[in-house]
Structure formats: structure tokens, C-alpha cells
């Protein structure tokens, strides 16, 4: 048995900043949207941020990693930088696609981000892929695959998860149940309102975590990227956290009962984090500080990124040409 | 050069194996494959090269084709074998959705190496039913991105694989059942290669153009020898991809011979028949006619009698080159631009 890798308070504070960078740039881009600039594509991560980072603190350069398109937490803690999200968020030249696939879209290969494909449920395979040619090779690198409740209810899930198992394949599946699938509770889609259950049968590891607990959700991708990297084959993690902000720009949400909403909001990752972060030693100015980088960070971003010129479609073409 | 005659599956497994001979991250994979594919291509390798270079699929289409896509991003080269072209229906979304779109969206235009290979159309006693004898091409021409292959002879099978297997894009690699059973002299070259994009032409004339792949070359080569004892001179062009479609050999035929008949074995709607005649007609610098020959928009019945009144053949394929020469005498021909 493997033993869990425990989060540092140097871990847990360099998480932090990233997940304050992503929930600032979150808050950025709803006010954006809140006063009438477009924001096209933009799924807020709001309340997700402790799954989307420390789940993607656990791995090296060189894993894979497949994300989904909430929230920019997974981009930035895989060390793709807040100004290429942005640049490609708002069609902005100088991203990572040239403005041909826009947020849903931002790849960094170097980064271990292949990209993301269009229609939910073909990541499962696409994953598998990733992590079969690894093994073909001999390398000892994982692939962790983030999922919604969307892709999770397709068929290609079972395909890929009888694959990666018969094959013993290195991969890590994280379900991000965050409690909605736009406007479906994740209750009316699946039994109980769990999304792992369908992978019991296989007798892999599966573990339903808190997903508001950074170091939990540290704890269980570390123990499951080990014995990946140890040749013990995949393993399945659903993390239990919480859509705080609408599903998309256009959508006001009135579905989600205000009080459901508070009472997640006194489970905030992030004043989780903090409160964590003071009982491991690191003092309250510290911990405001990394708030007002991460204000800083994301103000000096957003107006560079305005000012800086649109993709244009020479620059798409050029990209286009191969 | 040497040469060895060989079938088309025989000529296949060749390509196949000197690939994965030279190509470590050259995988094949799919159903049955360790025992030899659905039709026999595969036969040998699986001995010969083993696990990590054939690769035994369960009965999961969207894992399969999503790994393919997923070992080509980590600079693998998949041969995928769909057990019937008929079933890449099932992976629309991974071919059309994802292995054609990825390299736009994501804006990297580095290679996309896989190639898709299967079985496809009636064999010659027929009856497969309408699951196991569509013409698949027509359903996936349409999409940017794809090149679709669809030898007619065994040694086209040899040229234009190895061409696949060196193509930056993805490659649908059609292989009519009855192409396979027929036979041909294969130069022993190992770097023997058939471009791809490029029409053949496979009988000169001067009186009609006639354009056919896939099977429909044999029909259509049996229907101008026909048609040339009766004096009418028939242009044979096999374009031999349906993706890139060479209409510029078509175009610099036509203009000689100012009529086309397209035989395809598909139904006529919509079909890659359609779009040659467009484009003909769109390039025309004079007035040309034009006609079809097809697969009525239809299903293909479980009995092969039935079937086979529904399948161009030689025959249909030259009462349409008669019947479009003798009403050039009587009617006027379609306008160009």
C-alpha cells in the first residue's frame, strides 16, 4: 500500500496562490460579463478550485493532463500562464490558438496539455490513448483525466474505463461533482448522485472525496499518480464540491436555491485553504498578500489582454496550414 | 525492379508489416486483429510483431478510435482497423469531431498520423445486408480535413497505403471486398508509393469522360472495352482518392471530350458523384453533359438477387454512356456558369 504523500505548508501555500489566481480571474471576468462585455465561452470554476489545484500540483511536467471547461484552475496550476488563457479567451492574439479554439481550446503540449476535444465523453478513450502510448514506451508518466457529470453520463466512459483497466493502463479519472449539469441535479442523473459508482465493478480504487479540501484532494491524486507511476494501473477519484457561480454567462441561475448556494459558500475552498494555512504557521499577512498579488496579477492581465491586437484570421490561417 | 503477384489482402499485409518493421511506434489495432482482422489483411502480424505493435481491441469503437487519437497526440503512429466500414458511423464524432478538428482548434499544426483501414462494400456473392455493404465515402467526404482513400486494384492498395502511412493527415483507407480477391503484379520495392490526390488514367478516349473508383474501375474498364467495340471512345480516370479529389484531371479531360458520366456505387444523393459533376461543370470553359450512374436512395436488401439489380455494373454503366451520346444529338447541354 502506497502511503499518501501529505501536502507541505510551502504545498499548500503555493497551491493557494494559484487557486486565488484562478477564483480572482473568475471574479474578473463575471463583473466583465456582469456589465455587458462579452465574455464568450467562460464557465466559471467559483467554489471548485481546491479539485482543479491540488489535483494537478500532484504531477510533472511531462504527465498529461485532460481538463474540462470550468474554471482555469487545472491551466494554471499545469503551469500555462494566466495571460495565455486570457489572450485566448478573448480572441486575443498570442494565445495558444490564435483565436481558432477560443477558451475551450487552450493546449500547451509542452506542458503536458494536449488540448480538449469538442463533444463531452471522448476525453475517457482520448486519455487511455495518452496513457497506453506511455506504457508502450516505457515512460513512467500518468495521465489525469477531469470529467463532469455531462461526459460521464456517456457510453464512451465504459469503453475507455474496460480499456484502461484490461490493459492496466496509467490513469487517473477525477470526477468533478459539483452538484449541477447546467441546470440537472447531479441526483437526477445518476443514482444517489454519485458519478463513480458505475466504476466499482472493476475493482480499481475509488475513492469519493472532499473536494473543497485542498489537502485531501492533494492526498488521494498523489496516492493514485504513485501507484500509476508504479505500474499498478488506474485508479478513479470523484470529488464532492460545488458550483457556486451560474453554469455560463448567459445563464442567471435562478434554479440554484440561495440557500444551498450560501451554505457552500461557508465551505469555500479557498477560506478553507487560508484557515489551514494559519494553523500550519503562515502568519494573516502573509496569507493577504497572496490575495492582493493574485488582484494584481489579474488586473495587469486583463488590461494588457485587452489592449493587445485580436487574432486575425491570417494569424488563424498561418496555424491552419499543414 | 522485381515484382510478385499478389491479392489485394496479400499486398495490404505486406505494406503492413514492412511498416511496423521500420516504425517501432507504428501500432496496429482493432478488433480480431490478433488472429488476422475481419478480412484476413492482418494475418501473421500479431506472431511476428506482438502485443505492443498489434494491439487486440475489445468490441468499443468510440475507445478505440479516442486511444488512436490519444496514442497519434503522443506521437504514435495507430493503424486503425474498423471491422466494417459501415461501423465508422459509431465514431463519426471521433473522425469528423476530434482527429479532423484537433489540429485547427488547438492551432497545432503538427501531424495528425492515423490511418483508418477496413472492409468495405458487397463482396462478390452479396447479400452482407445494409450494415456490412455501404459505400462509406460519400458520409465523410464532406468533412475538411480527411483524406479518403479507395483503391480499385491491389497494386493501387500497396501504393496508396504506403502513401497513407507517410500522410501528416488522418486517412480513411477504404478496401473494396472485391478488390481484395483480385490480383496483381506489386513492384518488391519497399519505397514503392502511389501519391496521394493523384488520378489515373486508365483508358484514354476521346468521346466521354468516365470517372469510377473503388470497384466501379473494374465495371467501368469491362464497360469501355464494350463500349469502344460499339465506336464510342471512352476516357477511363480512376481518381483513386476521394479526398483530395483530383478534379483537375477530370476537368482537363472534359475539356477534350465536353461529357461525363460518374458511375458510383453509393446512392446518388448527395454523393461524391454530385460534387465531381459540380465541379466539372463549375471549371467547363465551354458547355459539357453530364450523368450519373448509382446506387439507387436505397437500402441494400439482405438478397443478393434483390441487391444486384440495385449495384451499378458494366452494364448500367455503359446504357449510360450510350444513352447520354445519343441524346447529345437531341438535347442541349447543360449550360456552364
Known sequence: MLTAKRMTVEDLASAYRVMMLSRRFDEWLGELNHRGTPVPHYHSGVGQEALMVAAVTPLRRTDQMIYTHRGYGHLLAKGISLREIALDLFMKAGGTNHGLGGVMHVNRPDLGVPGREGVFGGRFAIAAGLALAAKLDGRDEVTVCFYGEAAGARGNLYEALNMVVLWNLPVIYVAENNGWSFSSRTEWLYPEGRMSRVWRGFEIPVEVIDGNDAEEVFATVSRAVARARAGEGPSVIEALTYRLEPHIWRDKAAYQPPDEIASWRRRDPIARAARRLLELGMNQNEIDSIACWAEDEVERTIAAVEAAPDATWEDGRHQMEV | ?337
Open chain 2, 1 to 337: 525492379m522485381t515484382s510478385t503477384r499478389l491479392t489485394g489482402r496479400e499486398a495490404l499485409n505486406r505494406v503492413l508489416a514492412s511498416e511496423l518493421a521500420v516504425n517501432r511506434r507504428a501500432v496496429v489495432m482493432g478488433e480480431t486483429v490478433r488472429l488476422a482482422g475481419s478480412s484476413g489483411v492482418l494475418h501473421g502480424l500479431y506472431d511476428r510483431f506482438g502485443p505492443s505493435q498489434v494491439i487486440e481491441t475489445p468490441v468499443s469503437e468510440n475507445g478505440i478510435f479516442g486511444a488512436a487519437l490519444g496514442l497519434a497526440l503522443a506521437g504514435f503512429r495507430p493503424i486503425v482497423e474498423i471491422y466494417s466500414a459501415d461501423f465508422l458511423l459509431v465514431v463519426a464524432n471521433e473522425i469528423i469531431g476530434d482527429m479532423c478538428k484537433w489540429r485547427q482548434q488547438q492551432a497545432r499544426p503538427g501531424p495528425m498520423p492515423i490511418v483508418i483501414r477496413g472492409c468495405m462494400g458487397p463482396n462478390a456473392k452479396g447479400g452482407l445486408g445494409p450494415e456490412h455493404s455501404q459505400s462509406m465515402e460519400p458520409y465523410f467526404h464532406h468533412a475538411p480535413g480527411l483524406v479518403i482513400v479507395t483503391p480499385g486494384t491491389p497494386r493501387d492498395m500497396a501504393g496508396l497505403l504506403r502513401a497513407s502511412l507517410r500522410s501528416p493527415d488522418p486517412v480513411l483507407f477504404f478496401e473494396h471486398r472485391r478488390v481484395y480477391d483480385l490480383a496483381d503484379e506489386i513492384p518488391d520495392d519497399e519505397s514503392f508509393i502511389i501519391e496521394l490526390g493523384r488520378a489515373e488514367v486508365v483508358r484514354e478516349g476521346k468521346d466521354v469522360t468516365l470517372v469510377a473508383w473503388g470497384w466501379m474501375r473494374s465495371e467501368a474498364e469491362i464497360a469501355s472495352s464494350v463500349l469502344d467495340a460499339e465506336g464510342i471512345s471512352v476516357e477511363l480516370i480512376d481518381p483513386r482518392t476521394i479526398a483530395p479529389m483530383d478534379h483537375e484531371a477530370i476537368r482537363r479531360s472534359v475539356a477534350r471530350t465536353a461529357q461525363l458520366v460518374v458511375a458510383e456505387e453509393a446512392p446518388r444523393t448527395g454523393g461524391v458523384g454530385a460534387e465531381v459533376l459540380a465541379r466539372a461543370v463549375e471549371s467547363a470553359a465551354r458547355p459539357i453533359r453530364v450523368a450519373r450512374v448509382s446506387m439507387p436512395d436505397a437500402i441494400h436488401p439482405y438478397s443478393a438477387s434483390m441487391e444486384r439489380l440495385f449495384i451499378p455494373n458494366a452494364n448500367t454503366i455503359a446504357d449510360a454512356v450510350r444513352r447520354l451520346v445519343s441524346s447529345a444529338r437531341s438535347a442541349p447541354p447543360v449550360l456552364a456558369r
